[in-house]
């Protein structure tokens, strides 16, 4: 059984960090693209950033040169590191598990999801 669970949201101002974790269970870590995605309220789940099994990483437009993932294939665990927030960063925060290979930057293309995380930033 796989298990995804997210930590670390929470409340912060503007132009402060988090740091999300998630911790992985039931798959073989290494094998997976993972993957970052928020949705926002009434919005759709979108794309924040994803990790591939060699290390790669790829961003979202609206988070690249502020949020930064990585992943620890010894601990299961993908981390984002969420620096400069902005109040429309705020939403739940998904960690999600692919076992495509290239660029899986679609909710579809994910096999796996954790339960969320809120992350808000005020004005």
């Known amino acids: 059984q796989v298990r995804l669970v997210e930590s670390g949201g929470g409340l912060v101002q503007a132009g402060g960090s988090l740091r999300l974790s998630c911790a992985a269970s039931?798959?073989?870590?290494?094998?997976?693209?993972m993957g970052w995605f928020r949705q926002a309220p009434r919005k759709e789940r979108e794309f924040a950033a994803l990790?591939?099994?060699?290390?790669?990483?790829y961003y979202a437009d609206s988070v690249k040169g502020r949020f930064t993932i990585s992943r620890d294939n010894a601990k299961n665990t993908v981390y984002l590191q969420m620096n400069g927030l902005k109040p429309d960063d705020t939403a739940v925060y998904y960690c999600?598990?692919?076992?495509?290979?290239?660029?899986?930057?679609?909710?579809?293309?994910?096999?796996?999801w954790g339960q969320g995380t809120q992350v808000t930033v005020s004005s």
């Open positions: 999600a598990a692919s076992e495509q290979l290239g660029l899986p930057t679609r909710p579809d293309t994910y096999s796996y």
């Open positions: 039931g798959l073989t870590f290494t094998s997976a693209v």
């Open positions: 990790i591939k099994r060699s290390g790669g990483t």
